[in-house]
């Protein structure tokens, strides 16, 4: 059974602060995807990654960043906080070959 | 651009009833079209894809490439099926990324 897990449920963080966002498969996916969810807008896609310190541009990268420096491990990173950036972060995975994504459970972030 | 288009935010049916919650996309080339869903405290996972022609939980969809269209249907709908359904595509050859739709909530009433 794939695993995705993220490393908080919940986040409270004020504006400006540094914030981290760490996603963990253990499948030995190549790619993987960072989203926020949020109501009437679906899901956006903010950064994907296909390889170890490989990352691409999604839909919806400005004021977010990615690091890949392990193959297990993506992490979203936003550099200043804002209060635009409250939403629900998706983090999914998937095998080289195939479309179908494997998704965590989502951190729910509020930046106040 | 690929585009998917879902354009029923909330939709709510009786238990019995059939229920069918659109979905269209545009883009010229051949794409890969997917149904995701999320049942309450559960995480997205994969729902059907149209390549693979089968029937998950009693839905089927069917690709029409005409209509642009990839509709998610049933014909009774049960309480259990009260979730958020995404549309989603992604290009047959191509990066492995999905583009989804703006999702539809989708409540049975009992």
């Known amino acids: 059974d794939v695993k995705v897990t993220q490393s908080s449920r919940y986040l409270v963080k004020r504006t400006g602060e540094k914030v981290f966002l760490e996603c963990v498969q253990d499948?030995?996916?190549?790619?993987m995807f960072w989203y926020r969810q949020d109501p009437g807008l679906g899901l956006r896609l903010i950064y994907f990654s296909y390889d170890v310190k490989m990352k691409e541009k999604g839909d919806i990268p400005e004021g977010y960043s990615v690091s890949r420096e392990k193959k297990e491990r993506f992490s979203l990173i936003l550099e200043s906080a804002s209060t635009n950036q409250t939403s629900m972060y998706l983090c999914?995975?998937?095998?080289?070959?195939?479309?179908?994504?494997?998704f965590g459970p989502g951190t729910r972030l509020t930046v106040t | 651009a690929q585009r998917v288009t879902q354009p029923e935010k909330l939709l709510s049916v009786f238990k019995g009833a059939p229920v069918e919650l659109k979905c269209n996309y545009s883009y010229s080339g051949s794409p890969e079209l997917f149904w995701y869903v999320q049942y309450s405290r559960q995480r997205l996972q994969l729902l059907l894809r149209h390549i693979s022609r089968e029937s998950i939980k009693g839905f089927t969809a069917d690709l029409n490439k005409g209509e642009t269209s990839f509709h998610l249907k049933k014909p009774f709908a049960q309480e259990e099926d009260s979730a958020m359904y995404y549309c989603a595509l992604t290009l047959i050859q191509g990066a492995q990324k999905l583009v989804f739709g703006q999702g539809t909530r989708l409540t049975i009433n009992p």
């Open positions: 499948m030995d996916h190549e790619n």
């Open positions: 999914a995975s998937s095998t080289g070959n195939s479309y179908e994504q494997y």
